[in-house]
């Protein structure tokens, strides 16, 4: 009898726990992708990416002679539907860890069994499920430290190899051609800007890995802050989809750790902050719509003037650092680390708008996008989140660009107005934008939105005003 291996968030071959268990009877492997509610609700880049990723994914199980199948419509009908079409006996995937998804998969189970369908999940997104890492009083740990603590010793299993064989069915099942799925319909700047940004599909993730073992683990500690040099691994794009798995990194962390990379515990430290993220959405789902801490719910965030919002949207705040990092993720679909704090700092402390507003344009430009980091850095960063940042500890993004990038190349590299001679990445910012924003290299460049003095100002004495 044939098995379903149902894909989502796990698009590789290698170290594929759900792909594994479905090629371990020796039967006829049918892999499936489903574009369902959770795929319609992406934003526009991350939905064009995954497009990419699903592409890859297919030619590279057609390499191995056998093929993706693409079905549309709620998880819960099409899954028994293909068990019944193609006498199906088993059911494999990966789990998620988002509300949604938990609810979903779950009832998907309950049913399949109930027809006497086996329905197993598997972990291949994280690197210890989030019941499995317990505070020495038994809830889940609220603090990153302690928790790096807990499981940095932990054993992590090896990544285990691609199935040798990946059995093809005597005859597939039908399947939607990926084109008509139009995953890249919002993104207009998609193919000819941010696609050469992208590091597609499981072999260039593993490139990726490969080249940042051998060179860049190094100076990753110090590099990690500078947002002009290309000092941290970029894989968070391949994690997001499953090009590559956690284990696969961890694996390549400790190496680089036993060889004597100096950067290499800090970069293990670093998967660790991703899966403290999951385990709090895990914990405490609330944190992906809500303050984390219901005290701050009094705090007087606002929805922001629209012409504001879109300014900052636009990178045209006047405030270099935050103008540079909002324009490198329109362009690219990423943002540095330390520019992604920069820019929600000045978000939600100098121009006082919730938090919220700004989550929701990451989950509508980045092409790395993850529900758990990226709510966690958000409410990290505003302080209303766990283990944040406090409150008055506002960002400064002008001291910050002149202590992580004191040769001025990010702002360079980003920002065309007032240059003679524009570097492309500068330029490609308007050759990415919509024309109705009306924007181009030669116009001058804004004045501050909200001075920095004057912003620090009035957010620390919201803080000092509140009742919380
Ligand atoms: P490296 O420095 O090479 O780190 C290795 C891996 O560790 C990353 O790929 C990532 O998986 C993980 N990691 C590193 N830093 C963090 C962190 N602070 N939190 C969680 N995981 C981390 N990350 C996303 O993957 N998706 C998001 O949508 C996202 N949104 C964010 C929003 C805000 C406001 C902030 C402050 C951070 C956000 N992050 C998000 C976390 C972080 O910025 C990125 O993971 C990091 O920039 C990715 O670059 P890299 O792969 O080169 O990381």
Request: hydrophobic residues 45%; aromatic residues 10%.
């Amino acid at each position: 009898t044939p098995v379903i291996a149902w894909l989502r968030r796990d698009l590789r071959l290698t170290d594929n726990p759900a792909l594994r268990a479905a090629c371990a009877g020796g039967g006829p492997v049918i892999p499936v992708f489903i574009h369902d509610d959770s795929v319609a609700a992406l934003g526009a880049a991350a939905k064009w990416r995954l497009g990419l990723s699903v592409a890859a994914l297919a030619r590279d199980l057609e390499a191995r002679g056998s093929r993706l199948i693409l079905r549309r419509g709620d998880a819960r009908d099409v899954i028994p539907a293909l068990v019944a079409e193609t006498g199906a006996g088993a059911v494999h995937w990966s789990r998620l860890y988002d509300p949604d998804a938990i609810a979903r998969d779950g009832a998907i189970k309950a049913a399949l069994k109930e027809g006497g369908i086996v329905a197993e999940s598997h972990n291949a997104h994280l690197l210890f499920e989030p019941w499995t890492v317990e505070t020495g009083s038994g809830g889940f740990y609220k603090v990153y430290s302690p928790m790096w603590r807990a499981v940095k010793d932990r054993e992590v299993p090896e990544p285990a190899p691609a199935p040798a064989r990946i059995p093809a069915p005597e005859a597939w099942p039908a399947s939607d051609a990926l084109e008509d799925w139009r995953m890249g319909a919002a993104m207009d700047r998609g193919a000819a800007v941010c696609l050469p940004h992208q590091c597609v599909g499981e072999q260039a993730a593993q490139g990726r890995l490969g080249a940042f073992m051998a060179g860049t683990i190094d100076g990753y500690r110090d590099a990690r802050n500078n947002p002009a040099v290309a000092g941290t691994s970029n894989l968070s794009e391949n994690l997001t989809y499953g090009e590559i798995s956690p284990r696969q990194c961890w694996h390549a962390g400790l190496r680089a750790l036993h060889e004597g990379k100096r950067g290499a515990e800090h970069w293990l430290r670093e998967l660790v902050w991703r899966e403290f993220a999951y385990h709090l959405m895990y914990h405490t789902p609330e944190i992906l719509t809500r303050n984390w801490r219901a005290g701050w719910d009094a705090f007087p965030w606002t929805e922001g003037c629209a012409a504001d919002v879109l300014r900052w949207k636009q990178g045209r705040t006047g405030i270099p650092f935050v103008d540079a990092a909002m324009r490198e993720m329109y362009v690219t679909g990423r943002m540095h680390n330390r520019a992604r704090m920069n820019v929600a700092s000045y978000l939600t402390k100098h121009m006082m708008v919730h938090w919220r507003v700004g989550m929701d344009w990451f989950a509508e430009c980045l092409t790395d996008w993850d529900p758990a980091s990226n709510a966690m850095g958000w409410q990290w960063t505003a302080g209303c989140g766990p283990d944040a940042a406090p409150y008055f500890r506002v960002f400064n993004p002008e001291t910050q660009l002149a202590k992580f990038d004191p040769e001025g190349g990010y702002a360079r590299a980003w920002i065309a107005e007032a240059q003679a001679r524009p570097p492309q990445t500068a330029l490609s910012y308007f050759e990415a934008v919509p024309r109705r924003w009306g924007l181009s290299p030669g116009d001058p460049y804004p004045a501050p939105l909200v001075g920095l003095a004057e912003g620090r100002k009035r957010a620390l004495a919201a803080y000092e005003a509140r009742e919380f």
